[in-house]
């Protein structure tokens, strides 16, 4: 048992004696000592002895007293001429005062009426201890009793949680508390299910991080490789230096691409966390990078085209965050749509919530890489081979679900990739 057991249980312990110090001395000074008295039905019972006693004499009165006896009532006291109570009871002198006194032949029989405290004598013959004795010790043993199992109870998923801090401090990510707090509906049962929040968020992070290192550390591999490749080439066959020198700048620019990428993604992240909302207005917004994307789309024959429903949703988030959101979905799009298509724009809302859909005229993409093409650094079947790292749909998707929407890929009817964003609207 912990530390938090040992306090509760002498809290409650301490608690309940003081408890029933208090009753006991309120009803010492409320119930009339008129009250404290034989019952009216042990008086009767005395009366009944005291004449059996008078009249039949000591044979008959004892054959009674066992028949009440074996119905376990308060018997009247018969104390017997030596001055022992008939049942081996004890009785004070001061009570044998007040005491009725038949005389049989020249013999002292005494006969008293059972008090309230008075119990039945024991079966056995044994004499039991005067009240409260039982009383006090039944009350001691029903209030350690009671006080151990709530201390229990509430210290045992305060011990279960410290355990489970102790595993996650040392490593182990997957450790939980709902299945040993079970169906507690109280607020360390609410504490135990926040700590099972906290960990498999931290799990959650974790592992991305994971797994971005081991995608950074492939792309990173793959040019170095080719610069290393090139650089040998070169010493090999010094004619060849010109062309190893551009294929190591190309390198280099994929290389500068994907530091860039990465932190952007970093970027995201920190802002996320740090910057406060404020009110953005999405067709504003949307208006400004339609047109920086307009200059990218004609150099491609590519038109951007934004259509909007009305009023504007407005949204509450990171402006930056956001326009770096629409900026790299539609680039992605204008990158893929062909010659003389057309880049659909859409802004509206529903359900309380904006909604923005951008779609290209372009191939679109494997029903089976549709959740993929969020992942980092992947590339599908439709990649055009261009130097771009494959963070920009991930940022995008990182951003939108740091701002409580969601992002969606489809593939259009008419052809074509459509992204489809949503956000929580103000008002």
Not at 119 to 142: D, K, N, T, W
Not at 346 to 357: E, H, M, N, P
Not at 401 to 425: F, K
């Amino acid at each position: 048992m912990g530390r938090l057991f040992w306090k509760l249980f002498f809290a409650f312990v301490a608690a309940l004696a003081v408890a029933a110090l208090l009753v006991a001395l309120a009803l010492s000074l409320i119930w009339p000592r008129e009250g404290r008295g034989p019952r009216p039905q042990s008086v009767l019972m005395a009366d009944t002895v005291e004449v059996l006693l008078r009249e039949q004499g000591p044979p008959a009165t004892v054959a009674l007293l066992e028949i009440w006896r074996a119905q376990q009532v308060p018997l009247p006291l018969l104390v017997r001429p030596d001055g022992s109570e008939q049942f081996g009871r004890t009785v004070s002198a001061e009570r044998l005062e007040g005491a009725r006194v038949v005389s049989i032949e020249g013999a002292q029989w005494k006969v008293l009426a059972a008090a309230r405290g008075d119990r039945p004598p024991s079966a056995a013959g044994v004499p039991l201890p005067p009240p409260p004795f039982l009383e006090v010790v039944a009350l001691l043993i029903g209030a350690l009793t009671f006080s151990a199992a709530l201390a229990w109870y509430l210290s045992r998923p305060v011990r279960h949680l410290s355990q489970a801090f102790d595993a996650l401090a040392g490593g182990d990510l997957g450790v939980r508390t709902a299945a040993r707090i079970g169906r507690r509906r109280d607020e360390i049962a609410d504490l135990g299910r926040g700590f099972d929040r906290m960990a498999a968020r931290i799990e959650q992070l974790v592992d991305a991080q994971r797994r971005l290192l081991h995608d950074v550390s492939h792309e990173l591999r793959s040019p170095l490789a080719r610069m290393s490749a090139a650089i040998g080439l070169a010493r090999q066959d010094p004619s060849r230096i010109e062309a190893m020198l551009e294929r190591v700048e190309r390198e280099t620019a994929r290389l500068d691409t994907l530091v860039g990428e990465l932190l952007g993604l970093a970027r995201l992240e920190h802002d996320a966390a740090h910057t406060l909302p404020q009110p953005v207005a999405l067709d504003a917004l949307l208006h400004d990078v339609a047109g920086d994307a307009r200059f990218e789309a004609a150099a491609r024959d590519v038109e951007v085209m934004l259509s909007t429903d009305g009023a504007g949703p407005v949204v509450k988030g990171q402006v930056e965050l956001l326009r770096r959101t629409f900026d790299n979905v539609l680039r992605n799009a204008v990158k893929y749509a062909p010659a003389g298509s057309v880049v659909h724009i859409a802004l509206g809302r529903a359900d309380g919530r904006a909604c923005v859909s951008i779609s290209d005229g372009g191939c679109g993409v494997a029903d089976g890489e549709l959740e993929r093409i969020f992942d980092p650094f992947f590339r599908g079947e439709r990649s055009d081979g261009s130097h771009g790292a494959g963070l920009g749909l991930s940022i995008a998707r990182r951003a939108v679900e740091a701002h409580g929407g969601d992002i969606r890929a489809s593939n259009a009817e008419g052809g074509g990739l459509r992204v489809d964003i949503r956000l929580p609207a103000e008002g």
